[in-house]
C-alpha cells in the first residue's frame, strides 16, 4: 500500500516506506528485498486489497510448480515431472509459510529455488553457457527474500562442490564462483546499499530474543508457550519431510542411469538442510558468514522441499508396478491433505487485517514500524500515534500525529504559535514556510536516517533531534522561513545501479556468445553430414 501510493508520486522504486511507524517513516525499502513489495503493489493496483494476499500467493504457487516441473523434466518423464511440480506445490511447509506464517517474500524465493537447482546442474553437466542463466536465477532469489537467498547460496556451494567431486574437475566451482559474482552483481542495486547503510539502522533486533537461531532449532525448549507450540509443529513437519526424503531417495537410488548426477547432488542437499535443522550445527550457525541472519534454522526446509518433492517423484517412477505408483501417490497426497488440514483448522488468519490497515493509512495513521529497521537512536515505542493501548506509554496520544508540531518548554506539542503553508508533502520530499514573530523549534512527522536533509531558503541547515525518538527539529530564527526537507539519493545507490547496470551488459553479451557459439557448432555439423 504504501509503495502504490509512492508510484502515484512518480516513485518507481521508494527506498522510504513513509507510513511506517504510524507516519514517522523509516528505510524499510532500502533493506527488504524489492520484489515482493513491487508485486503486491501492482496487484494492488488491479485488484481490490482483499484479495491481494491470495492473488500474491496463487502466483508464487504457480511460480513454484513451473520451476520444479522444470528441473524435473530433464531427467524424469512427462508424468512424473508435473508429480514433482504438484509435490513442490503442495508441500507441507509452503502450507506452513502460507497460512502460519503469511511469509510473502519467502514464498516467493523458495518457487525459484528448483530455477537455481536446474541451472546449476545444467552449467556442471554443459559448461559455461548456464552460468548467466544461473546468475539470474540466483540475482532473482536476492531479490525476493533474504534468508532464502542466504540459504540458497549456501546450497548453491554444496551443490557445485559435489558436481565437482563427481565430475572430478575444478571447474564447476570455478563456474559456479563466476555465475554466484555475477548474480550478486545483478542485485547489486539492492544489495550494495542494503549492506553498506546497515550500520544507520538497529539491525541486530532481527535475531533478538526468540528471534535468534540457537532458538530455534527442532523441537527446542523455551519458556514462551505459544513460541513452543509453533516450534513443535513445524519440526513435526521438518522430521515427516526428512524422513520421507531419506526413504525417497533410497527407492530413486535404483534409477542411478537416468539421475546421476542428480541423485547424489540432492541427497547431500537433503543431508545438509536436516543436519543445519539440529542444535549440533549450532557451530557452523556461528561461523559461516551472514547465516546467522537467517534466524529459524527450520528455514533449511526451503531446499528440503526440493530434495523431497523430486526425489519422491523419481521414487514413484521406479516402481514397476502401475497399481504401486498410484497407491504410493495417492498415499503421499493424503498425508500432505491431513497435514494441511491439521493446518487450517488453527491458521492464525484474520481477514480484518487488510482492510484495517488500509483504512489506517487512509486516515493518516499509518501502521506498526518494525524493530531492525528502525534508524540508530530512535526507540520507535515512544513515537505518538499508536493505537495499541498495551505497546503506548501512558503520557503518548493515540492521535495521528500532526504534520508539523513545535517544541515547548521541551515537549512536542500542535504548532500553535507558527502560520505555517505547506507547498508540498510527499514521501520523500517535503516543503512548507513557517512564518514566526519569535524564535522556534518545529518537528516534522519524521524520523533521521542520514539520507534526509534539512534546507532553510534554500541552504543546506543542521537540524536537531528529539531524545529517545530521534524525531527531525529544526531551529527556526524569527520571520519567515521557507523549508525543504528531502530525502538524498547516496553515493551507495548510485554504485549499486552501475554495478547491475555493467553486470546487465556482461551477462547480455555472455548470453549471445553462447548462442552464437552453439549456432556455429551446429552449423559445423550440418555441414558435415552434407559433405559425408
Known amino acids: 500500500m504504501d509503495v502504490r501510493g509512492q508510484w502515484r508520486e512518480g516513485i518507481f522504486w521508494p527506498r522510504w516506506a513513509e507510513w511506517a511507524n504510524w507516519g514517522f517513516g523509516e528505510p524499510r525499502f532500502l533493506f527488504y528485498p524489492p520484489l515482493s513489495w513491487m508485486i503486491g503493489a501492482a496487484l494492488g493496483s488491479l485488484l ?32 512424473y515431472a508435473s508429480l514433482a511440480a504438484v509435490l513442490y506445490v503442495a508441500n507441507p511447509y509452503h502450507l506452513v509459510i502460507v497460512y502460519y506464517r503469511s511469509a510473502f517474500a519467502e514464498l516467493l524465493g523458495v518457487a525459484l529455488l528448483p530455477l537455481l537447482f536446474w541451472a546449476a546442474l545444467r552449467m556442471i553437466e554443459g559448461g559455461w553457457r548456464q552460468a548467466p542463466t544461473l546468475a539470474v536465477v540466483l540475482a532473482s532469489i536476492w531479490l525476493s527474500n533474504l534468508p532464502v537467498a542466504v540459504i540458497a547460496t549456501y546450497g548453491l556451494a554444496v551443490a557445485i562442490a559435489t558436481g565437482s567431486v563427481l565430475k572430478r574437475s575444478f571447474r564447476p566451482v570455478v563456474l559456479g564462483l563466476s555465475a554466484g559474482v555475477g ?17 544507520w539502522i538497529q539491525i541486530r533486533e532481527v535475531v533478538a530474543d526468540n528471534l535468534r537461531p540457537s532458538a530455534n532449532f527442532l523441537f527446542t525448549r523455551a519458556n514462551d508457550p505459544a513460541f513452543v507450540a509453533f516450534n513443535r509443529q513445524v519440526s513435526w513437519v521438518a522430521v515427516g519431510l526428512i524422513l520421507a526424503a531419506a526413504v525417497a531417495a533410497i527407492f530413486a537410488r535404483k534409477k542411478w542411469d537416468e539421475v546421476v548426477p542428480t541423485w547424489w547432488i540432492l541427497s547431500v542437499l537433503g543431508l545438509v538442510s536436516s543436519v543445519m535443522m539440529l542444535p549440533h550445527s549450532l557451530w557452523l550457525w556461528r561461523v559461516l558468514p551472514k547465516l546467522w541472519f537467517i534466524q529459524f534454522p527450520w528455514r533449511w526446509l526451503d531446499i528440503l522441499d526440493v530434495v523431497f518433492s523430486f526425489l ?15 497407491i504410493t501417490a495417492i498415499s503421499v497426497f493424503i498425508a500432505i491433505a491431513a497435514a494441511g488440514a491439521a493446518m487450517l483448522s488453527d491458521a492464525p488468519w484474520d481477514s480484518d ?3 484495517d490497515i488500509a483504512a489506517s493509512i487512509h486516515a493518516g495513521r499509518g501502521y506498526e514500524g518494525t524493530d531492525e529497521y528502525t534508524p540508530v537512536g530512535c526507540d520507535r515505542y515512544q513515537l505518538p500515534g499508536n493505537p495499541d493501548e498495551s505497546e503506548r506509554p501512558a503520557d503518548v496520544s493515540a492521535e495521528p500525529a500532526p504534520r508539523i508540531s513545535e517544541i515547548a518548554s521541551g515537549h512536542i506539542v500542535p504548532a500553535a504559535g507558527v502560520r505555517l503553508d505547506l507547498q ?12 514566526s514573530e519569535q524564535a522556534v523549534t518545529l518537528a516534522p512527522r519524521l524520523v533521521n536516517y542520514p539520507a534526509w536533509e534539512v534546507l532553510l531558503n534554500g541552504e543546506r541547515a543542521k537540524f536537531d533531534l528529539y531524545p529517545e525518538t530521534a524525531q527531525i527539529l529544526v531551529p527556526l530564527q524569527p520571520g519567515n522561513t521557507r523549508i525543504e526537507i528531502r530525502f538524498c539519493r547516496t553515493w551507495d545507490r548510485t554504485a549499486g545501479d552501475v554495478i547491475s547496470a555493467m553486470a546487465a551488459v556482461l551477462g547480455v553479451l555472455a548470453w549471445a556468445f553462447g548462442r552464437r557459439n552453439i549456432s556455429s557448432t551446429n552449423a559445423e555439423g550440418v555441414n558435415r553430414g552434407d559433405d559425408a
Open 424 to 435: 508540498a508533502w510527499t514521501s520523500t520530499h517535503r516543503i512548507f514556510t513557517a512564518d
Open 183 to 199: 548474480g550478486l552483481a545483478l542485485a547489486g542495486c539492492y544489495v550494495l546499499p542494503a549492506a553498506w547503510e546497515q550500520s
Open 48 to 79: 481490490p486489497w482483499r484479495m491481494v494476499p491470495g492473488a500474491f500467493v496463487w502466483l508464487a504457487l504457480i511460480l513454484a510448480g513451473f520451476s520444479m516441473w522444470r528441473l524435473a523434466q530433464d531427467r524424469l518423464s512427462g508424468p
Open 353 to 355: 487485517d487488510v482492510s
Open 312 to 326: 519422491a517423484a523419481a521414487a514413484i517412477a521406479e516402481w514397476r508396478s502401475r497399481t504401486a505408483r498410484w
